[in-house]
């Protein structure tokens, strides 16, 4: 938790997604407690946590990202995101219906055929929101 790195583009994304009532949650294999940190570091609330402390069954099952959008937020999967840096993230945003976008990292470049889009850092996800963008494995416009 102490060299935790704040992903260039982090703070805009997250003032973009609060400034247009756009709810943004942490869904984590982890325990809360470097949830904390990430909160406390930042200054950054999320309408929603769910953590291995919580809910099971965990990522990549899509329970827990269907309990976020469905259940806690009222939406329809499709007209969410799923951003995670693993597979396992991204086989639980397509099992439950949502948009995917992997963040890629230097060991992840093998799931980018999974992903919806891929993105180099949070700053990229901006002007995806912003202006929409094209879904790669689905061939559709969307906008969310």
Do not use: Y
Request: a negative charge; proline letters at 8%; hydrophobic letters at 40%.
């Amino acid at each position: 938790m102490v060299s935790m790195k704040i992903q260039p583009g982090f703070h805009e994304t997250m003032d973009f997604l609060t400034r247009n009532q756009i709810p943004k949650g942490i869904l984590t294999r982890n325990n809360l407690a470097p949830v904390r940190h990430l909160i406390d570091h930042t200054g950054v609330t999320f309408d929603k946590v769910v953590s291995r402390d919580c809910f099971s069954p965990s990522k990549p099952a899509p329970e827990p990202l269907l309990h976020i959008c469905v259940d806690t937020w009222g939406l329809a999967p499709h007209s969410t995101m799923m951003v995670g840096d693993h597979l396992d993230d991204l086989r639980c945003g397509r099992d439950a219906g949502c948009v995917t976008a992997l963040l890629r990292n230097p060991g992840n470049a093998a799931f980018e055929p999974e992903a919806d889009l891929v993105l180099e850092s949070l700053g990229d996800l901006l002007p995806l929101l912003q202006n929409g963008f094209q879904l790669r494995n689905r061939g559709q416009e969307a906008r969310l």
